[in-house]
């Protein structure tokens, strides 16, 4: 699995616009193969930011979606930030659950 991290410091009166596009995204990449989860987040502070995240069963899909139409509006919304956007690719060979914690916990109280 691959996971696009993305972190947005838009300039304030282009918050709204940044917003609107990556829900056009969001919505689009609903009906793309390969593309397991996309989410938007806020920061609520003094200097607002939008984390954005999109989880890809394989780094081919990923790369189609990069080479896309639709990814070209993300680049898009990047151009509204105030700052240079923060994005990293993670390539996640695991995943853990709850019952991680559960067996942690567990460990803890043996020790």
């Not at 969001?26 to 793309?32: A, N």
């Not at 139409?69 to 995943?95: Q, W, Y």
Request: charged share 30%.
């Amino acid at each position: 699995m691959i996971i696009l991290f993305l972190k947005l410091k838009p300039i304030p009166e282009k918050h709204q616009s940044i917003l609107d596009i990556l829900v056009y995204v969001k919505e689009q990449l609903q009906m793309k193969r390969g593309c397991l989860e996309s989410s938007i987040y806020q920061e609520w502070n003094e200097n607002p930011a939008i984390l954005y995240l999109e989880q890809w069963s394989s780094e081919e899909e990923m790369n189609r979606h990069i080479q896309s139409d639709i990814f070209l509006r993300i680049l898009n919304a990047m151009d509204l930030c105030g700052e240079k956007p923060d994005i990293f690719f993670h390539e996640v060979s695991e995943t853990k659950g709850m019952e991680w914690i559960a067996f942690l916990r567990r460990e803890k109280i043996l020790v």
